[in-house]
């Protein structure tokens, strides 16, 4: 539903947007969602659109600020047509989640960071892992990391850290991450800064040595929706780019590969200055008219954004929403205060990662609290630099998204597989069923024989005494045929079908282990129910990862061979999959595990337990495999076993069903089954407990997360 609000003021000498070009205005929150909210647009606009202003416009607003995203509408007559459609170039990941923005500022600290922290720096290797991601280890002296460049439209960010999950190792099918891999091979990073003053665009000066004058400039403009990433050489000619900003999108600035850069159209609004007086300071803030103190910093200044204003407001006691021409001298006072505070800031580079416990968004000037790094681990680590507290929140903010999109596209395959499965148990067991009856088909061909001479030519049926119980005996014959016909085909009929029993069985058996395999997928899928940490993300991928090896799902990288169960597979590291997995503190202080997934549990089972552990599974459930990991020449006490059996019955399909047979024993006692799934075994040996599935492992004590 689209509802009208108050266009923007343009300062003196620009015509109104409204009044050139149909071009309407959304927050990008509201973009994010996949919605339209807060649309203007007028039928003015229609009459009198003309492109090519209407496109410097859009981009002068685009710089303006970072409360405003331009989307074009498809419109119809005189007012809005039956559909109404954003300009999509591509097809980021949808963030549905509120995420902060970074505007100037949040730049402006990155690239002091970078400066004093990471330049000079060699690039040791560009990777790729996505469409709108570039990751690139770099190197100082001192340390190493990972560059992250994002020009993902919902979360475009810059910022240095680990990679989820390590260092990538595979071979991407992005054109974009070949082209700089082989451009920049042997440079380093050599300076870092803001080539325009209060505009959302980083240029990284590339060389062979910190010594030389650059020979490559990499260019990355943080803009929303436009948000892009140029490689350039010495002369500014663009040498590749993330994507061509081509006619079609613009007649303004188009920025192709063999054309020149050239920088975005520089924002309006005025230039904010510590020089200025606060009554040329107030007076500008109170022209934009506007009914809350929040909109008219955004609108009034250049390189002053959502979070910025909330964050500013908020240190002098004040309210965003609240009415400037309401304002008093003392609160106009207090709030200049802050404003200069925020322009020493950056002038001087002080910057100081925190949050704004208000609004829960990230801060650079220090917040009102400590910034909690995520980690794997239950300890609170504040984070105590920009780069990694951006690295955090913008991991977290992808993580998350990319979690819940996985899942549900892993949840629906994996129910697809199930019916299927399903589908062909009942249809193999109603052959057996119906092959069951070749004895009697073949007792009804015998009394046929034995009784040819009773048969009368043109019979529709004969009725015969069985020769056991002498009970009479209806058999159907052909009028057309002879009474020794039907026996023979009544002799081939249960002869196929006394093969189908033998050639359908193992069939059967086959589509019940796939059955079997795929409800502990889907319990594993349960388990993994929602986000929290990085682990959770891993374990979920490894999931994505089990099933394309299944041919469940395809390649998810462009270019991947299909799998084959010719081709050996290369096993991962053990220490990968032992990090992800469940981890508690027994009664008496041993360490317990417990699987996430099917590859997990494999590894696990196969991998992981010693002669001196005790394995524990639900019995004849789907779950997950527990292993009580017990020190040589130590004992397991009962609590110990208890411990673990309600793990494993709580980590089960029958999760909350009161009290479940649990299977423990040696690990000696497993049996992996040749060709079978991962996963799955054979158990030689065991000893049943009751386990309580109703009682929930977050009380207990973890050693990670659970």
């Not at 994010?32 to 909210?37: A, D, E």
């Not at 998350?400 to 949840?411: A, D, G, M």
């Not at 009161?658 to 024993?665: D, E, F, I």
């Amino acid at each position: 539903m689209l509802s009208l609000v108050k266009p923007m003021p343009v300062p003196r000498g620009f015509l109104h947007p409204c009044e050139l070009s149909p071009c309407c205005f959304a927050q990008p929150s509201s973009i994010g969602c996949g919605g339209l909210s807060r649309v203007l647009t007028t039928r003015r606009a229609q009459r009198r659109c003309t492109g090519h202003i209407a496109d410097e416009i859009r981009w002068s607003l685009l710089s303006f600020s970072s409360q405003w995203t331009p989307i074009k509408l498809k419109l119809s007559g005189n007012g809005f047509g039956s559909s109404v459609r954003s300009a999509k170039r591509h097809s980021p990941l949808r963030v549905c989640a509120k995420v902060q923005a970074m505007d100037y500022t949040v730049l402006k600290a990155v690239c002091s960071e970078l400066s004093t922290t990471w330049t000079p720096a060699k690039m040791e290797k560009i990777v790729q892992p996505d469409r709108f991601t570039l990751l690139i280890a770099i190197r100082t002296l001192e340390e190493s990391g990972w560059l992250r460049l994002c020009w993902n439209p919902a979360c475009a960010h810059v910022s240095v850290g680990d990679p989820p999950g390590g260092a990538p190792s595979i071979a991407e099918a992005f054109s974009f991450g070949e082209q700089l891999r082989h451009l920049l091979k042997g440079l380093a990073i050599i300076e870092v800064r803001i080539p325009q003053e209060l505009e959302r665009v980083i240029e990284l000066r590339l060389g062979a040595r910190p010594s030389d004058p650059p020979s490559k400039h990499l260019f990355v403009e943080i803009m929303g929706r436009y948000s892009n990433v140029f490689l350039t050489n010495a002369d500014m000619g663009v040498l590749a780019c993330a994507y061509q900003v081509g006619s079609k999108m613009t007649s303004v600035r188009m920025v192709q590969v063999g054309g020149t850069y050239r920088m975005p159209p520089a924002a309006q609004g005025s230039f904010p200055s510590i020089s200025m007086g606060m009554a040329e300071w107030k007076l500008i803030t109170r022209a934009t008219q506007e009914d809350k103190l929040q909109n008219s910093l955004i609108q009034a200044f250049r390189g002053v954004g959502p979070g910025l204003a909330v964050e500013l407001i908020s240190r002098s006691g004040l309210s965003p929403s609240m009415d400037p021409a309401a304002m008093t001298e003392d609160e106009w006072f207090s709030l200049h205060v802050v404003w200069l505070d925020w322009l020493r800031v950056l002038e001087e580079s002080t910057f100081k990662p925190g949050l704004v416990r208000s609004t829960g968004s990230y801060s650079v000037l220090g917040g009102d609290g400590p910034y909690i790094l995520s980690t794997d681990q239950d300890s609170e680590d504040a984070a105590t630099g920009i780069l990694a507290m951006l690295d955090d929140y913008y991991t977290r903010v992808y993580e998350t998204e990319k979690f819940q999109q996985l899942r549900q596209q892993l949840v629906a395959k994996v129910s697809a597989a199930t019916k299927k499965a399903q589908s062909k148990v009942n249809l193999f067991e109603d052959q057996i069923k119906a092959s069951m009856e070749y004895s009697k088909i073949s007792k009804m061909a015998d009394l046929l024989m034995a009784n040819l001479h009773v048969c009368e030519p043109g019979a529709l049926s004969i009725t015969l005494p069985d020769f056991e119980t002498e009970e009479p005996t209806t058999i159907a014959l052909d009028p057309r045929q002879t009474a020794l016909v039907t026996a023979q085909k009544l002799y081939k009929r249960s002869q196929k079908l006394k093969k189908s029993e033998k050639a359908v069985a193992p069939l059967l058996a086959e589509a019940r282990d796939e059955l079997t395999y795929l409800s502990q997928v889907e319990v594993s899928l349960q388990q993994l129910d929602r986000y929290t940490r990085s682990t959770d993300l891993r374990s979920l991928e490894e999931v994505r990862d089990e099933l394309v090896e299944g041919a469940y799902l395809k390649p998810i990288i462009a270019g991947t061979p299909p799998p084959s169960s010719k081709r050996k597979k290369k096993s991962s590291p053990l220490d990968n999959f032992a990090a992800n997995m469940r981890r508690f503190t027994s009664p008496s202080g041993y360490e317990v595990l417990v699987g996430r997934n099917n590859r997990q549990n494999d590894v696990l089972a196969n991998r992981v337990a010693t002669e001196y552990d005790l394995w524990f599974h639900a019995r004849n459930i789907p779950g997950s495999h527990t292993v009580l990991r017990v020190p040589p020449g130590q004992t397991a006490t009962d609590e110990d076993l208890q411990f673990s059996a309600d793990l494993a019955a709580y980590f089960s399909k029958a999760r909350g069903s009161g009290k479940v047979p649990v299977s423990y024993t040696s690990p000696k006692y497993l049996q992996k089954l040749k060709g079978g799934k991962p996963g799955m075994v054979k158990v030689e040996k065991e000893t049943v407990l009751l386990g309580r599935a109703s009682d929930s492992p977050e009380g207990r004590q973890l050693l990670a997360t659970a």
